[in-house]
């Protein structure tokens, strides 16, 4: 399993499908799961005793006229038996729902590992309220699947041959004829499964839609009602939520559909053994065992008739857990079965001298629009300022992502320190809802309030954290709503600080700044140099350029050596 898992996370093509990642799974968790299931055996054993004890204790009384009294051992085996499938019962749910918790974690820790390896730039290309959606309630489908379904179906192989050895001692002819119906059961449930299964795929789709569909509204509210178009978007809403529930109830329809099948042949199964059972007592019907049926035989097939099928009622009652979790697992394998580029640290050329950094005829193309830098020749040093200018466009983002890793060369090598980690100012901040404090320690969690206070200080928020009353503490909105531009830059500049990173790469970490918080900022980007981090910073402002060390710029995609 875990060289499965590797596979993903590294981005080789691991050509898995949905229902070999369940298994794989839940393989991991076999042991409680072979355990649920026996268990669930055990509980229905149990039924068995009591069912056949309780036909035997019926006969005693009402045709050997035996006295309770003399009975009471067999009533207090029942009641121990009662006691004993509680129990059992007990161990089965246990060991099922704590084996189903495992592995949704196990299954998270993998989607979250591969969204990490896929980088903020694949990020870009996916809305979050899909990608949210599949993390928390497309993982969360497979509870019942493996907590219900997947034991159940081990019983269901099981218990069912048990019962039936039991009613071929008491009568065969019972057992021959549940043997024969027994297999058009799961034939129909299957037929219909198959179309449960597809709806349920096409659902998830369509709710992970509606998540993007609603977030898209919400974050553009301020602009639909300067729009006056307010009106339009709930419309919309209400159009997509009504087709998701068209979309739920013809997946309920199919569902209780199965649930008719299995009821119907097992009702008609039932009323057989009920009218042979009758017949034979009644000595109507003269072949085979039927001559010596009794009262207790033929109490004991037809109180073990219904338990015959009960395994299978139970199982068609979680059927849909299985097609829930196929269409939820196709929507996650789909991301798992993404390429992601390799990791940095396995590139097999060796760095020379104190590089941190260092690309070989490098190049990047994006799909559709084919080759946007390169071929670029760029080692970075450690201890270097290198300033990277061009116009809007020409690239400096770009190599900024190449050189932290979050995009793959299209050609030519890209070769990093192992275990180098690296610090990184986008344009646009990403900055959530919470104090200035819960923001600050995304770069450190174990930073004191000191450190957060002094990070501040360096990039110019001091005065303004000095007026909040509330001090480190302050709410602030997603992307940074309550702050000015300049504010949520330095706010997220200041975790640059709190992180021990000695790659810092840097993408317009002036903008919105007015002169004196630009040379503020400058300042305390150099003291970082001084404290031996490297810096590299995407910028179009002189100051920025005059204060680094080297400077290159962007020309119609090819990176030019500049004077600093």
Known sequence: ???????????????????????????GERKRLLGSAIFGVLAGSQTIVVVVGLAWLIGQLAVEHRSPMALLPIFAL????????????????????????????????????????????WLTTQHSGSLANQVVEHVDA???????????????????????????????????????????????????????ERLNRDQFVAVSRLSAHFIDRVRGMTTLQLFGRTADAQQDVWYATDGYRRLSMRTLRLAFLSSAVLEFFASVAIAVVAMYVGFGLLGYIEYGPSISLTLFSGLAVLLLAPEFFQPLRTLSQHYHDRAAALGAAESVVHILNTPAMVGANEAKTPLSGQSVIELAAASVAYPGRGQVIGPIDLSIQQGDVVAI????????????????????????EYRRQEYSQCAWLDQQPCLLHGSLADNLRLASPLASREAMTVALQR??????????????????????????????????????????????????????????????????????????????????????????????????GRLKRGVA
């Open 389 to 412: 200018s061009g116009a809007s466009g020409s690239g400096k983002s770009t190599l900024l992502a190449l050189l932290a890793g979050f995009l793959p060369p299209s050609a030519g």
């Open 1 to 27: 399993m875990r060289d499965i898992t590797d596979r993903m996370v590294t981005g080789e093509a691991p050509s898995i499908t949905a229902r070999s990642w369940l298994q794989t799974l839940a393989r």
């Open 459 to 556: 990039v110019g928020f001091g005065p303004l954290l000095a007026q909040l009353p509330e001090g480190l503490d302050t709410l602030i909105g997603e992307r940074g709503v309550g702050l000015s531009g300049g504010q949520a830059q330095r706010l997220a500049l200041a975790r640059v600080y709190l992180s021990n990173a000695p790659l810092v790469l840097l993408d317009e970490p002036t903008a919105s700044l007015d002169l004196d918080t630009e040379q503020f900022v400058i300042a305390a980007l150099l003291e970082l140099a001084q404290e031996g981090r490297t810096l590299v910073i995407a910028t179009h402002h002189p100051a920025v350029i005059n204060a680094a060390k080297r400077h290159f710029f962007f020309e119609h």
């Open 142 to 196: 497979l509870e019942g699947y493996f907590a219900r379904f997947y034991p159940q179906l081990r019983i269901t192989l099981l218990l069912p041959l048990l019962i039936l050895m039991v009613v071929c001692w008491l009568d065969y002819l019972v057992a021959v004829f549940l043997l024969l119906s027994a297999p058009l059961i799961p034939l129909f449930m299957a037929l219909v499964g198959m179309g449960a």
């Open 78 to 121: 029942l009641a121990s038996s009662v006691l004993l499938r509680a129990v059992f019962q007990w161990g089965h749910e246990s060991l099922s729902l704590e084996a189903s918790l495992r592995i949704r974690q196990r299954a998270r820790a993998q989607l979250l590992d591969k969204l990490s390896a896929l980088g903020p730039v």
